[in-house]
């Protein structure tokens, strides 16, 4: 690729990255928020060292390496975001803990119009390297060991490559990818999802009744589209509740203020996706609640993260924050 330094061209030649550097950074940091931080960092310290670039390696390589260098002084170890599920054992529907904790703590969702583009078969490897659980997974390694594991086995960076970006030795790149694996391993690895985009006609099925039972708050409808050791989740709040019959007496118990919500379908993190809003304090329409993610294995839901930074998410997706409706309060 050609490259120019002048200061007209240079945002214009960078720009085309910024979709893959925020999906880089969004694996390496867990929020969509740091991620784009990160990304408008990178542009900057690339317009600014533009003029000594002067072509001497790939463009792209040459913005990976900056984005990866900007991701590794954001991501501290201390600093390692995770999922309920990571941080306590799961809390009773009939006493639940809603302490809740900083933003900083949660693996975050991300839009998919913000991470993924290309051909079918870059998409597939996109939207299964951008899911909440393989996302949180790489929470779990050491900021170097993440960025390892991404370059090689997300962007298939040859050892040499990943090397050099690193300022480090082929041997502890290799070192440092093996030590990441065996931690995955050694956490139960990355739960395996069998969602497909496009939806095959079965998974469009089971979300239609999902939705059709949600907003008509049928639990036993609800309950058998669950896994019967299914998980919900919901950021800010450290509880999480596991199990079809825990299920169905949190959302008869401390979840029945969901009763009246309508979904919104959205593209999150390469998985189905709705935005919950529930009815307005007002009685003039809905309000909104949280993003919820599913995450579907063996044609049933396994898992449901519902994030609940909504004046922050909604409008991330560009979404309404009032969906307009007189008697909200009532059931379709």
Not at 122 to 130: D, H, Q, S
Not at 230 to 257: D, F, K, Q, T
Not at 304 to 318: C, I
Not at 321 to 328: I, K, T, V, Y
Request: charge should be negative; aromatic fraction near 8%.
């Amino acid at each position: 690729m050609t490259v120019s330094a002048n200061p007209d061209d240079v945002a214009e030649q960078l720009e085309p990255y910024r979709r893959e550097l925020t999906a880089h950074c969004y694996r390496m940091l867990g929020s969509a928020f740091e991620a784009e931080d990160a990304v408008q960092e990178t542009m900057v310290r690339a317009w600014s060292k533009f003029d000594g670039f002067q072509g001497r390696s790939a463009l792209r390589t040459w913005l990976y390496r900056i984005a990866t260098n900007v991701c590794l002084d954001m991501a501290p170890a201390a600093q390692r975001r995770a999922r309920p599920m990571d941080l306590s054992s799961p809390t009773p529907a009939a006493a639940p803990d809603l302490a809740q904790s900083e933003e900083c703590v949660w693996v975050g969702p991300i839009p998919d119009a913000r991470v993924l583009a290309g051909d079918p078969a870059e998409l597939a490897v996109g939207r299964e390297t951008i899911r909440l659980a393989f996302v949180s997974a790489l929470q779990k390694l050491p900021a170097r060991q993440r960025a390892v594991l991404i370059l090689r086995e997300v962007l298939a960076w040859s050892a040499a490559e990943t090397a050099e970006l690193l300022g480090s030795s082929v041997a502890s790149v290799n070192s440092a990818l093996q030590r990441a694996r065996a931690t995955l391993a050694d956490n139960g690895g990355v739960p395996e999802s069998d969602t497909r985009k496009p939806l095959d006609e079965a998974q469009q099925a089971l979300l239609a009744r999902y939705v059709r039972a949600f907003e008509a708050f049928d639990i036993k409808a609800l309950q058998s589209l669950l896994h019967e050791d299914a998980v919900l989740n919901m950021p800010p709040y450290r509880m999480w509740v596991r199990g079809v019959a825990e299920l169905g007496e949190w959302w008869l118990g401390p979840g029945s203020g969901c009763r009246g919500s309508r979904l919104v379908a959205v593209e999150a993190n390469g998985t189905p996706a709705f935005a919950q809003y529930r009815p307005a304090e007002d009685g003039n329409g809905w309000t909104p609640w949280g993003i919820t993610l599913l995450e579907i294995t063996d044609g049933r839901i396994a898992t449901m993260t519902n994030h609940m930074d909504t004046e922050r998410l909604f409008p991330l997706w560009g979404l309404p924050m009032r969906l307009p409706g007189a008697g909200a309060g009532t059931q379709r």
